[in-house]
């Protein structure tokens, strides 16, 4: 019954913090409801857009209301003059496209509306989206499953060092699947979305990449520092992988990504943006 529970409020944990790492991550959607004079726009600007094609931008107004939108737009970080298209009916929505772009390549946006004879902005800041290429589904569910539960049988293991219960098979099981998951599957994920398998040390700074291999070797020095369970290196070692695995799930995913620089046409990653960068994502 303790067990039942402790794996119970470690799938709690997990999940939350997978969830609270998602909606804080540069990719996760922006969302709005706005009431201008009666007219009530509604709309979800995605800041990712993977595979082929153009990506959609629609907002929806409620009722038969005389709308006009524009969908406005240029290239991150290029200095370029915004371009405006009109946003026609396409079902219930006021709909266009964003040009597609190379993968890692951004685009600004944002949809202007007229009311009456006054223009509005949504959102009250441009929108930067990143383009990718499409991963196949039977590699990207199983990055996500592996990732998954290594973090889930990370949080086990703390609760139960907290709980004096065994732990050194789950540390086991916890290494493994964070490389399978982090450090193969994950660089095929990237190879398939932004055409590079490693971008991290010594190659590059991204995040994602750096922050998976320093879990991995936290996990590493704590497996060689167990030989017997519950000795005091042991304890710590085995603390502060968990207490470091925590602290790297609550960095937003994707922060410090591949990103397409149009002036040299190639690809660049994990540079840390500027202050006015991060607020744009």
Same mark, same amino acid.
């Given at each position: 019954?303790?067990k039942?529970i402790?794996?119970?409020i470690?799938?709690?944990?997990?999940?939350?913090?997978?969830?609270y790492?998602?909606?804080?991550?540069?990719?996760?959607?922006? /969302?709005?409801?706005?009431?201008?004079?009666g007219?009530i726009?509604?709309?979800?600007f995605?800041? /990712?857009?993977?595979?082929?094609g153009?990506q959609?931008?629609s907002i929806?107004?409620?009722?038969?209301r005389?709308?006009e939108?524009?969908?406005?737009f240029?290239?991150?970080?290029v200095?370029?003059?915004?371009?405006? *298209?009109?946003m026609?009916?396409?079902?219930?929505?006021?709909?266009?496209?964003?040009p597609?772009?190379?993968?890692?390549?951004? *685009?600004?946006?944002?949809?202007k509306?007229?009311?009456g004879?006054k223009?509005y902005s949504?959102?009250?800041?441009s929108?930067?989206t990143?383009?990718k290429?499409g991963?196949?589904?039977?590699?990207?569910?199983?990055?996500?499953?592996?990732?998954?539960?290594?973090?889930? *049988?990370a949080v086990?293991?703390g609760?139960?060092?907290?709980?004096?219960?065994?732990?050194?098979?789950?540390?086991? *099981?916890?290494t493994g699947?964070?490389?399978?998951?982090?450090?193969i599957?994950?660089?095929?994920?990237?190879?398939?979305a932004?055409?590079?398998?490693?971008?991290g040390?010594?190659?590059g700074?991204?995040?994602t990449?750096?922050k998976?291999?320093?879990?991995?070797?936290?996990?590493?020095?704590?497996?060689?520092?167990t030989?017997?369970?519950?000795?005091?290196?042991s304890?710590?070692?085995t603390g502060?992988?968990?207490?470091v695995?925590?602290l790297?799930?609550?960095i937003p995913?994707?922060?410090?990504?591949?990103e397409f620089?149009?002036?040299?046409?190639?690809i660049i990653?994990?540079?840390?943006p500027?202050v006015?960068e991060s607020?744009?994502e």
């Amino acid at each position: 019954m303790k067990k039942s529970i402790l794996w119970i409020i470690a799938l709690i944990i997990t999940v939350t913090l997978a969830i609270y790492q998602k909606r804080t991550g540069p990719t996760y959607p922006v /969302s709005g409801h706005i009431n201008i004079n009666g007219t009530i726009i509604d709309y979800t600007f995605e800041r /990712s857009h993977g595979g082929p094609g153009d990506q959609e931008v629609s907002i929806y107004v409620e009722g038969n209301r005389d709308v006009e939108a524009y969908l406005v737009f240029k290239r991150f970080k290029v200095k370029e003059k915004w371009t405006e *298209i009109k946003m026609r009916k396409i079902g219930k929505n006021l709909t266009a496209f964003l040009p597609h772009q190379p993968p890692a390549g951004k *685009i600004e946006y944002y949809v202007k509306v007229k009311v009456g004879d006054k223009f509005y902005s949504l959102p009250a800041k441009s929108v930067v989206t990143r383009f990718k290429g499409g991963v196949p589904i039977y590699i990207l569910l199983p990055h996500i499953i592996f990732m998954f539960v290594s973090i889930l *049988i990370a949080v086990r293991i703390g609760l139960a060092l907290i709980f004096k219960e065994p732990y050194k098979n789950l540390m086991l *099981i916890c290494t493994g699947t964070l490389f399978v998951g982090g450090l193969i599957l994950g660089p095929v994920v990237q190879k398939f979305a932004f055409g590079q398998l490693w971008t991290g040390i010594p190659f590059g700074w991204d995040l994602t990449d750096n922050k998976t291999l320093i879990a991995f070797l936290f996990w590493l020095i704590a497996i060689a520092f167990t030989r017997r369970e519950y000795s005091k290196r042991s304890v710590v070692a085995t603390g502060i992988a968990v207490t470091v695995m925590f602290l790297i799930y609550l960095i937003p995913h994707s922060v410090w990504g591949s990103e397409f620089d149009y002036s040299k046409n190639q690809i660049i990653t994990g540079q840390k943006p500027s202050v006015e960068e991060s607020l744009n994502e």
